[in-house]
């Protein structure tokens, strides 16, 4: 069965401190690839995704994110974090055409002001 | 487009109690999931219908749970009857085809 890794469970940095989240699946075929973002008290919403093309994705508030095929990761980056990106990220991947997305169990991060 | 709308936000009950929580998907998404959130066990999806018909139910947890979508516009979660570790956030969310999911703002369930 697909899985998908999320290494760090939880990341604490100050303001200005460069982030990387790391996300690595298990499936081998075509996949989608998603960051989904939980602030506190909100529901999920969509950082970023990925369906082809550039393996380099922009996304919201600053947010990017790297496919690479041959380490089967998709991690998360942020030159620079703010307050405000305290949250949960969770990566999230559908493969093999099914519509249904497998989620990491999440990364608290914390950043201090 | 109002999002994904869930109710109750928030639910305290007994042991015992039948729950039943609500999900109103966006309109034109032919698929809704269930999820539940716990520190323990992160997300977790619970069942995916896809046209109102339910194509994955393996992580529904047991029989107490069951899960309906009558029509496009609805559908139901329950839990009959409730326990203590049922206690979690349940989130709803809907999509068109394989694509990004819209999340419904959750149920946070306390089953004392």
């Known amino acids: 069965a697909q899985s998908v890794s999320q290494h760090n469970h939880h990341v604490i940095l100050s303001e200005a401190a460069s982030l990387e989240l790391g996300c690595n699946y298990s499936?081998?075929?075509?996949?989608?690839l998603f960051w989904y973002v939980q602030y506190p008290g909100q529901h999920l919403q969509l950082l970023l995704k990925?369906?082809?093309?550039?393996?380099l994705v922009k996304g919201i508030k600053g947010f990017e994110a790297e496919f690479i095929k041959s380490k089967f990761s998709f991690n998360l980056r942020k030159p620079s974090v703010q307050w405000s990106d305290t949250a949960e990220y969770f990566c999230a991947v559908q493969s093999g055409g099914s519509y249904i997305p497998t989620f990491g169990r999440g990364t608290s991060l914390i950043v201090h002001p | 487009d109002a999002g994904v709308i869930q109710s109750p936000r928030h639910e305290v009950t007994e042991m015992g109690q039948e729950v039943t929580l609500r999900c109103k998907p966006i309109s034109g998404h032919n698929s809704l999931f269930w999820y539940r959130q716990t520190m323990m066990r992160g997300l977790e999806l619970l069942i995916y219908?896809?046209?109102?018909?339910?194509?994955?139910d393996s992580g529904m947890p047991e029989d107490r749970f069951s899960a309906k979508m009558p029509n496009a516009s609805f559908s139901t979660l329950k839990i009959q009857p409730s326990e203590p570790r049922d206690s979690a956030v349940y989130f709803c969310?809907?999509?068109?085809?394989?694509?990004?999911?819209?999340f419904g703002a959750g149920s946070r369930l306390t089953v004392l």
């Open positions: 499936y081998g075929g075509t996949v989608n």
């Open positions: 219908f896809n046209n109102n018909v339910p194509i994955d």
């Open positions: 969310a809907s999509s068109s085809g394989a694509n990004v999911l819209t």
């Open positions: 990925y369906f082809s093309g550039d393996p």
